[in-house]
């Protein structure tokens, strides 16, 4: 069973970058497309992008020029890098795995996620 | 367009039947999936594709598409159920993906 764990800082100054480890276990990173996620306090879910084991990245058009996904098939981990920062980004993050195949997508399993407070 | 519509709250008797409706363009090309989280947890997946549920999700979710409208009906609803329900679907692109921005179900 496929099982996902995020690790990174709780706390990040503003203007500095945000940076998250998602790490697999339970099954290769290779053949499915894998999600970042957040949620702000009391607010919805917000697709952030995803990166396929190819590399190839796609990024939520608002948050597109500050987003970086990479992953490293040797550890089985994707990231995640968010730059400059604000208090707008202080959120729980999480890591999904996306099973996509023509006209059906679904995000599973989910990490349990790691909040992130952006303040100095 | 990306953008889905869901409805902020709706509310279901203990032993009812509720809908919780999903409305965004590009369900006219895409399936919606649907996810259940809980206070303090991660979001579930729930329904997928036309009307597929994941290993131990009970059979009283069922999922519906037409048109631009995505539907999760929970037949029978408990106590249980209570919680935001999130739709989710890619963007005519294809290479995008959006969540509704949640349901909140309470069960009276």
């Known amino acids: 069973q496929v099982q996902l764990q995020e690790s990174g800082p709780g706390l990040v100054k503003p203007s500095e970058t945000l940076s998250l480890t998602c790490t697999v276990s339970?099954?290769?990173?290779?053949?499915?497309?894998w999600s970042w996620i957040r949620q702000p306090a009391g607010k919805g879910l917000e697709w952030i992008g995803r990166?396929?084991?190819?590399?190839?990245?796609n990024y939520n058009p608002s948050l597109k020029s500050r987003v970086t996904m990479s992953l490293d098939r040797s550890k089985n981990q994707f990231s995640l890098k968010l730059t400059s920062v604000t208090a707008a980004d202080t959120a729980v993050y999480y890591c999904?795995?996306?099973?996509?195949?023509?006209?059906?997508?679904?995000?599973?399993?989910w990490g349990q996620g790691t909040l992130v407070t952006v303040s100095s | 367009s990306s953008e889905l519509t869901q409805d902020p709250a709706v509310s279901v008797a203990l032993g009812q039947t509720v809908r919780i409706t999903c409305q965004g363009d590009?369900?006219?090309?895409?399936?919606a999936s649907w996810y259940q989280q809980k206070p303090g947890q991660a979001p579930v997946l729930v329904i997928y594709g036309k009307n597929n549920r994941p290993s131990g999700i009970p059979d009283r979710f069922s999922g519906s598409s037409s048109g631009t409208t995505a539907s999760l009906t929970i037949t029978e609803a408990q106590a249980e159920d209570e919680a935001d329900y999130y739709c989710n679907s890619r963007d005519s692109s294809g290479n995008h993906w959006a969540f509704g921005g949640g349901t909140k179900l309470t069960v009276l």
């Open positions: 590009s369900l006219r090309s895409y399936y």
């Open positions: 339970g099954g290769s990173i290779s053949s499915y497309y």
């Open positions: 999904a795995r996306v099973v996509a195949a023509a006209v059906v997508s679904w995000f599973d399993p």
């Open positions: 990166i396929y084991n190819s590399g190839s990245t």
